[in-house]
C-alpha cells in the first residue's frame, strides 16, 4: 500500500463502528442503509445553515486555483502528509460513519472509530491555469422561414409533417438537400448534430415512393435501404418513416437490427418491405441467410452516420452490401449525411457517387447548392472544422485522477437532485466501466433523501440484452430527467428530447465523436450545456479541440465539489459554519469529498465481488486507454496514467494486485511495466496496424499517390454505381475483430 492512501482522517465512527467486522447478510445490509438514511434524513433537517452556502460563496472557492493559494493541489499546497496531530484534532469531528467504523479497529486499532479515508487531496499533479485557445466558431443557421408547402411535395405528406411530425418550416438543411434530392442526384450532406437531416432525405424517399405507378407492393421488396451504424438509430429512424407514409398506406417500412428475433425478421421480409432501415451488420446476416432478401428493386441508398458507417469497423459489411446491390439493382440514388463529414470521406464519395451535390450548411458558398463536389479547394484545417449547435454551451474541467469519481458524483448531485429539470447523458470509455458505476451510485448516491428527489440513473451500451436496450431507449426518451449512463453507443443520431447536459467523463478517441457526444443536446435550435473531464495531464486536447473550431470554457474542479455542502450527510467534522472563513469552507469542502469517497470505497471493499467489478471496470478503463488513435498519445498514453490514482476513480482503495506493476512514469511499484496491459497495448497495436494498412489501401486511390494501382480496387472494394462488382476478397476480416457496436 502507498503511504499516499495510508494517511488517515480520523472520524468519529459511532455505534456502528465494531458491527461489521464480519462479512454482512443482505438482511444486515439493508438494515445498515436504512439507518444511514434516517441520519442523512436527520442531518438534512436539522442543518438550517448549509441550504444557504450557496449564496456565501467566497471568490477563493469559486476559483481556488487563482486566489490565495490553499491545499488542494500541489501546486497550492505542498504535498506534505497530515502532521500527526492535525490528524488527530480530525479525529473529534463527526462524520456519517456506519461502514467507516468497521475499519476503525482494523486500520488503527483506536476505539471509538479512527477509519481509514482516502487522502484525495495530497500528492495531484498541479491543475495548470488554462490559456483558452482563441477559436473562431463554425456557425450554422438551424432553420430557415421557407415552408415545406413551397416545395412540390404531395399535399397529404406536407399535411403529416405539419400535423403528425409537427414541423411546417424546413431546416437550412432540408431547404437545400430535399429540392437536390428530388431533382434527382446523390449527395453527400454535412450539416450540425440535431439540424433535421433524417427529413431531408425521408421526405425525398416517400415523395418519390408515393408516385411511383403503377402503385408499388410490398412484394416488389426493398425500394429504399437506409443504413444507420446502430440499433437504437436504426428504430428511430424507422419511426420516422412510420410517420411519413402514415397517408400512403400501400407503403410499407421496415427494420432489421442485431438482437431481434431473426425468424421474425425473415417471416416480414418474405411479406415484404419497401423502405428497408437496417444497422449493416444484421443485413449482411441477411444476405447470408435469408432467401427472400432481394435487392432488384432498390432505388435508393442512404448511408446516416455514413463517416461511421464508412469507417473500419463497418467496411467488410458495407462491401458485401453493395456487391449485393450492384450485381442486381437498377440505377439508384445514393446519399452519404453525416454531421462529421471529412474531406477524406467527401472525396471517397467523389469516386464512389455519381456526380453528387455537395451540401455543408457551414460553408456560406455551399448555400447555393454546389453541383459538384470540388470541396478540395478548400483548406485542409476548414474541411476538419466541425460545427456545433449554436446553444450549446461547452465546458471541461481539469480534474485529477483521484478525485474523478467524487467530481462526477457531485456534478451528477448539483445538476439532478439538487436542481431541478434536467436530463442527464455521461458518456465512459467501456461497457465494464458502466455496469459499475451504475451500481456504485444506485448504492451510494440514491438512498432515500428528506429533502431531495431520488435520482433516476440508467445505463446504455453494447453488451446488453436488446429488450433491456429498447426499455432503456424509450424510457429516457419518455422521461423529463434522470441520468443516462452510457458508452459511445448512444453518440450518433440519438435524438433524446429535452437533454440538458452532456458529460463526457473519458475523451472521446477523435474530434468527430465528441462532436457526435454533444449533439445529443441542444437540437433544433433548443439550448444545452456540455462537460468534457480531461485530468491535468490531459489538457493539450483542449488545443487539439480548437484545432477542430471547437471552443470550451473552464469550470472549476472546487465549484463542482462545493455542491457537497447542500448535503449534510457528507458532513466533514462538522466544525464549519457560515462565518467561519473560506479557508475553512475549503477544508470543509475537501472533507467532504473524503467522506463521500470513503463511502464509495467502503460500498467496493464490502465484498469480493464488487471488488472484482471495480477492478473489471478499471481494466476495461486501462485498455480502453490504449485505443486512442496515434495522433492523440502523446496527451492519452498509458503510460502516463498513475495506476493507484486511477484505481481511486473506481473506488479501489490501492492499485490492484493483478495490475500492480507501475503503467507509468508517475506508479509507483518499481517502474516496471503492467505486462498485461502491455500486451493489450501490444495486441491492439497490431491490429491497428492491419487495419491502417488496410485503410491506407482503401484510400490510396483517393490522395493520388498509388492512383494507377489501387484507384481499381477502391471502386471494386466500394462502389455506389451501378452495375455488379468484384467481391473484394476476405482481407477485412481482421476489423471483425475491432470493437463495434
Ligand atoms: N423542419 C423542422 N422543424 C422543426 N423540427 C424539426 C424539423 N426537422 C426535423 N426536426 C426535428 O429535429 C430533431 C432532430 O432531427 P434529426 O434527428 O433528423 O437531426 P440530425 O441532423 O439527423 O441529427 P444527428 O446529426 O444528431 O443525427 C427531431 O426531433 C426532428 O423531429
Redesign the pocket.
Known sequence: MSSDDQLSLNIHTGACSTARRKPLSGQERWLLKKQKAEKRKLGSEVSAETTSFKHKKTDAMASPSKTTPTPTTPREAPPTKTPKKQKKREGGGQGRGDKRGREAGEKTGHEGGFIKTSSLFNHNPDIPDLDRPVVSEVKEKV?TSDSFSNLDLHPHLVATLDKV???????S??KQTIPALMSGRDAVVR?????????SYGVPIVQSLQAVQPKIKRADGPLALILVPTRELAQ?SFQVFQNLVKPFTWIVPGVLMGGEKRKAEKARLRKGINILVSTPGRLVDHINHTLNMVFSSVQWLVL??ADRILDMGFEKDLTVILNSLNSTGPARQNVL???TLTQDLTRLADLCLKDPVSIQVSDPASSEVATSTSSSTQPASQSESFSVPEALKQHVVLVPSKLRLVCLASFIMDKCKFSQGNKMIVFMASCEAVEFLLTLFKSVLCGPSAKHKPLNLLRLHGNMKQEERTEVYEEFSASKSGILLCTDVAA????L?QVTWIVQYNPPVSTAEYV?RV??TA??GAKGNSLLFLTPAETAYIDELANHKISLSEMKLYDILYTLMQDDAYKGRGKYHSKTSSSALQQEVRERATVLQTEFENVVHADKETVQAAKKALQSFLRSYTAYPTALKHIFHIRSLHLGHAAKSFGLRDAPQSLSNATGPGAKRGGKHNKLEDKAEMKLKMKMREASLLTSEFSSGLDGLNLQNTEKKTKEAVSFGTGPTEQRGDQLDIMDSLNRD
Open positions: 432553420f411530425l409537427g414541423v411546417s418550416t424546413m431546416t438543411v432540408q450539416s450540425q448534430t440535431g439540424s433535421g437531416k433524417t427529413l428511430q446516416d452516420e449525411l453525416s454531421a450518433r443520431g440519438l435524438d428530447p457526435h449533439g445529443r437540437r433544433i
